[in-house]
């Protein structure tokens, strides 16, 4: 069964530096998203995406994050200076066509902020 | 804006006994619904979705959910728990994306299965 990968597993970074966490999300998808879940506490949605550009954002999803598509293939979630309050797993999701479709997530990149 | 409470954060059942995960949600319009696996260092697993008509939904593993609109529940049930299901259970409420379509899941803080052998 086609799924969603995510690298790498576990990213360590200095506070203030960028990070880039890439998603290969299944073949056949057009919807996109990024969620995160800091330790202990509940998934929560950062950002959707759909033909090229962001339809949704929450209010964490603020100006140091951002999100591109580069290729046919890759999502990217870039954090450009990183906070200690940034360490959590971020997901990365999928789903069809239509948008009632359910999404598929890959297993997560573990951030850890130092 | 919606939301989902999930009231029990830690539940512990005996292999072989019934199993129900409650799960209660607040949303405007008729919801999509969902309820997810995450076995620890995974990722979150689908194991079954209501959209629309017949109020009792199946998914893998043997799991099945009622969805109840007049106690905005959607509960999650098993008849006889295995010792492999011991993980999280996320329930989520999907809201649709008005512009650019898609869906925004909106999550319950989980409940951790225990399975006693």
């Known amino acids: 069964e086609p799924e969603v990968t995510q690298t790498p597993s576990h990213q360590v970074t200095q506070m203030g530096q960028e990070v880039i966490l890439r998603c290969v999300p299944i073949?056949?998808?057009?919807?996109f998203y990024w969620y995160r879940q800091i330790l202990g506490q509940k998934v929560e949605f950062l950002v959707s995406?759909?033909?090229?550009?962001?339809?949704?954002k929450s209010e964490i999803f603020d100006d140091q994050f951002s999100v591109e598509r580069p290729d046919g293939s890759n999502f990217t979630l870039k954090i450009r200076s990183t906070k200690l309050e940034d360490s959590a797993m971020y997901f990365c999701a999928s789903s069809e066509r239509r948008g009632d479709q359910p999404q598929h997530f890959g297993d997560g990149t573990r951030l850890s902020i130092l | 804006a919606q939301s989902v409470t999930q009231p029990d954060i830690h539940i512990t059942v005996s292999e072989g006994a019934s199993l129900e995960l409650r799960c209660n949600y607040s949303?405007?319009?008729?919801?999509?619904l969902f309820w997810y696996v995450q076995s620890p260092g995974q990722g979150l697993q689908l194991l079954l979705k209501y959209f629309s008509g017949d109020t009792l939904v199946q998914g893998i593993k043997g799991f099945e959910a009622e969805f109840k609109r007049s106690q905005s529940s959607f509960n999650l049930r098993k008849p006889s728990v295995h010792w492999s299901d011991a993980a999280e259970y996320f329930c989520?409420?999907?809201?649709?994306?008005?512009?650019?379509?898609?869906?925004?899941?909106?999550f319950g803080t989980g409940t951790q299965l225990k399975v006693e052998l």
């Open positions: 995406f759909y033909n090229n550009e962001i339809s949704e």
């Open positions: 073949s056949n998808h057009l919807y």
């Open positions: 949303y405007g319009a008729t919801p999509y």
């Open positions: 989520a409420v999907g809201a649709f994306i008005l512009t650019g379509g898609g869906n925004k899941l909106t």
